[in-house]
């Protein structure tokens, strides 16, 4: 029987890896959804990208999942009359109003929001923290800062604020015409938010998506962390982004940061997606480090639903190969001896809800009579989800009518899912479950799998049914 690799991968689309052929080769790589970056694509190109990704999932008969992640607010300082300056470290450098090129003194800040926000003691740091600024004085029009470390300053470089919450939304005016235009295409199945600092950033989104895209939250800024709990469960899905966390926070919290989520969204039942130079090396060679294969392995062992891969598949020489290494390395993590005891180590408490004590009865179930499957129907996806949640040893097989909701659940640990009409009654939903198991290649003749529905059939969010079926002579009839 087919072995399915539990944790997913997301490849994201670039240069590299544009042309059709290419994505389909990354889906059978292992990609089991790709990520459109509109911090670079424009709207032509991103719907290039969804139509050429719709053309593969075509051909390749299984459901694909999109994402795309809007860029948020990018903080910049203005340009330098000599492009460049060199500072000295303890000297006083000034952040102002003034749209007069900077120089070795001072420069402009086009963005009034920071000269608001900012209070003395609050740490900027500039171009990915290589110059760390402390601000001294502040007047809602400029900032006295000195210089703690780094010497250079250029023209637009980024400007990172870990101590400082500002009082503006996540998205830009760029945001809000890049998710018009995301959520005009219709065929895009989560967005991805950037900069995201507390909970009500999500509900502009809500109110413009109403429901049409699942929401990923993308944590890279401390201030998340501190109501990280209101945030996952506003949120269909959590992205630790861990490149622009690493810049606003100390390196050395970050793998403890990255664990705190893994578990905080495994005990919410919301996927969770480890992202950032994960096999960074593979953008110029064919073969990843050893330290990049223990960074996919570490995701793996803490349970992530899925591993991201960004410049390795967009603009990396082996896209292709990026993508089977990391296939590769988690499938071999989830046939460790260990994985099974540290998925069940890690196992979070039943919430007191129906579709919780089904999931954990399934798990159960399946585990003392070595079921070889456990079947959901769904039709909004949540009973997908909290299936996903227990980390069964099986795998999980999602049957829905509803193809959006199959693209959306391919992020889902250890998800299968298959498109198709719902049943008409309780025996056909038997028969069908069945059918599919061994078309799936998941299971054959005299085996047992595990099924779980809501009646009546086709109510969505009424899951109330198990049943243990027999997979007849014929592969489909349950007896």
């Not at 240069?15 to 089991?32: M, N, Q, T, W």
């Not at 003395?120 to 290589?130: A, F, T």
């Amino acid at each position: 029987m087919e072995y399915i690799r539990k944790t997913k991968i997301l490849a994201t689309l670039g240069p590299a890896s544009s042309e059709e052929d290419v994505i389909e080769k990354l889906h059978k790589a292992g990609a089991d959804l790709f990520r459109i970056n509109m911090s670079h694509a424009s709207h032509d190109v991103m719907r290039m990208l969804v139509s050429r990704i719709r053309a593969v999932e075509q051909r390749c008969g299984r459901p694909i999942g999109i994402l795309a992640d809007i860029q948020g607010p990018k903080l910049r300082v203005g340009k330098f009359a000599d492009t460049k300056v060199e500072l000295e470290i303890g000297q006083t450098f000034t952040l102002d109003s003034d749209e007069t090129p900077g120089d070795k003194n001072r420069v402009y800040l086009p963005h009034p929001e920071i000269l608001e926000a900012v209070q003395p003691g609050h740490r900027l740091l500039i171009d990915d923290g290589k110059l760390q600024l402390k601000a001294e004085k502040c007047d809602g029009k400029s900032i006295v800062t000195k210089v703690i470390s780094g010497s250079r300053i250029s023209d637009r470089k980024g400007v990172s604020l870990p101590d400082t919450l500002l009082g503006v939304g996540a998205l830009t005016e760029k945001d809000r015409a890049d998710l018009d235009a995301v959520l005009a295409v219709d065929d895009i199945d989560w967005v991805a938010l950037s900069f995201i600092q507390r909970p009500e950033d999500l509900v502009e989104v809500r109110k413009i998506s109403r429901g049409r895209v699942g929401l990923m939250s993308k944590i890279e800024k401390p201030q998340a962390l501190e109501r990280i709990d209101e945030i996952i469960e506003l949120s269909d899905a959590i992205m630790v982004a861990r490149g622009d966390l690493g810049v606003e926070m100390p390196l050395e919290s970050v793998p403890g940061i990255q664990k705190q989520l893994n578990r905080a969204c495994r005990k919410a039942g919301k996927p969770v997606v480890v992202a950032t130079q994960m096999l960074e090396s593979m953008i110029n060679s064919p073969v990843p480090t050893r330290a990049e294969v223990s960074d996919v392995a570490t995701a793996v062992f803490e349970g992530a639903d899925a591993v991201m891969l960004s410049a390795e598949s967009a603009a990396g020489e082996y896209p292709v190969e990026a993508v089977t290494t990391m296939a590769s390395v988690a499938v071999k993590v989830e046939h460790d001896p260990h994985y099974p005891g540290i998925m069940q180590a890690q196992h979070p408490g039943a919430q007191p809800t129906a579709a919780d004590a089904i999931s954990l009865a399934m798990h159960q179930i399946a585990d003392t009579l070595d079921l070889k499957a456990i079947v959901c129907y769904t039709s909004t996806g949540t009973t997908g989800y909290r299936a996903a949640r227990e980390r069964p040893n099986v795998p999980i097989l999602a049957i829905s009518p509803i193809r959006q909701t199959a693209r959306r659940l391919s992020v889902a640990w250890g998800v299968r899912c298959v498109v198709t009409d719902d049943a008409r009654d309780l025996d056909d939903m038997v028969n069908r479950a069945c059918r599919v198991v061994v078309e799936e290649g998941l299971g054959g003749p005299g085996d047992r799998i595990i099924i779980s529905a809501g009646v009546p059939l086709g109510t969505p969010g009424a899951t109330n049914t198990l049943r243990i079926a027999y997979i007849g002579s014929d592969g489909q009839s349950g007896i």
